[in-house]
């Protein structure tokens, strides 16, 4: 019997361990929803803000501080990860190679893997790196959900124009991406962002 969907908040997260790579992460059981994006795209906010926690990922005012993968748990055996920004950050090309190292083993070895949040600032999406990430992802027959951040920035026009311009292009990847407008000052898109991730956990359940 399904599992009703207010079963899944993702207003219960709490933090549960930072880890430098994937050897020291929870047991590889269980469902995990990953973020990813670049170091400047608000991760932390979004985040934040759909677990309505304002403290929950710490917010740095230097893009590219998250230097480890972080782990939430929302209920038994069900995650949100947090994983290392790539791209922009100011920071020695070494400590860059050693974070999408860790990023790189994540996305291909978690086998709790079950989803993938791509976080892109509205104004500037699909960067190479970004486009490598959701191509991996398409090839790997993970769900992604593409959310355009500070899509405050934007008039509701250029907002419209432009999540309408990137679902064009990645719908040619013919895979399930679903691409979402989002605030996290406005809280645009909260909602559906929401839901799409609780969907997640929930279909994986019902396996």
């Known amino acids: 019997m399904?599992?009703?969907?207010?079963?899944?908040?993702?207003?219960?997260?709490?933090?549960?361990?930072?880890?430098?790579?994937?050897?020291?992460?929870?047991?590889?059981t269980g469902i995990?929803?990953?973020?990813?994006?670049?170091?400047?795209?608000?991760?932390?906010?979004?985040?934040?803000?759909?677990?309505?926690?304002?403290?929950?990922?710490?917010?740095?005012?230097?893009?590219?501080?998250?230097?480890?993968?972080?782990?939430f748990e929302i209920a038994e055996n069900k995650r949100l990860i947090d994983l290392p920004g790539y791209g922009f950050a100011k920071v020695p090309l070494e400590m860059k190679k050693k974070w999408q190292k860790a990023l790189g083993e994540y996305l291909e070895k978690r086998e709790s893997l079950k989803g993938l949040v791509i976080l892109m600032d509205i104004r500037h999406p699909l960067k190479d790196l970004d486009m490598d990430l959701i191509e991996w992802a398409v090839d790997?027959?993970?769900?992604?959900?593409?959310?355009?951040?500070?899509?405050?920035?934007?008039?509701?026009?250029?907002?419209?124009?432009?999540?309408?311009?990137?679902?064009?292009?990645?719908?040619?990847?013919?895979?399930d991406i679903k691409v979402q407008a989002f605030s996290?000052?406005?809280?645009?898109?909260?909602?559906?962002?929401?839901?799409?991730?609780?969907?997640?956990?929930l279909t994986e359940t019902e396996q």
């Open 2 to 28: 399904p599992l009703p969907s207010s079963a899944i908040h993702l207003s219960k997260a709490t933090f549960t361990i930072s880890a430098p790579d994937i050897r020291k992460l929870p047991e590889d």
């Open 184 to 201: 996290s000052l406005k809280y645009t898109g909260t909602e559906q962002a929401n839901a799409v991730i609780c969907d997640w956990f």
């Open 140 to 175: 790997s027959e993970l769900p992604v959900l593409a959310l355009l951040t500070k899509s405050d920035k934007l008039s509701q026009g250029k907002r419209s124009a432009e999540v309408l311009k990137v679902k064009k292009i990645l719908a040619e990847l013919n895979g």
């Open 32 to 71: 995990e929803v990953a973020f990813a994006g670049r170091s400047n795209a608000g991760k932390s906010s979004a985040l934040n803000t759909l677990t309505n926690q304002r403290g929950l990922a710490r917010i740095s005012k230097t893009p590219g501080r998250t230097q480890l993968i972080n782990v």
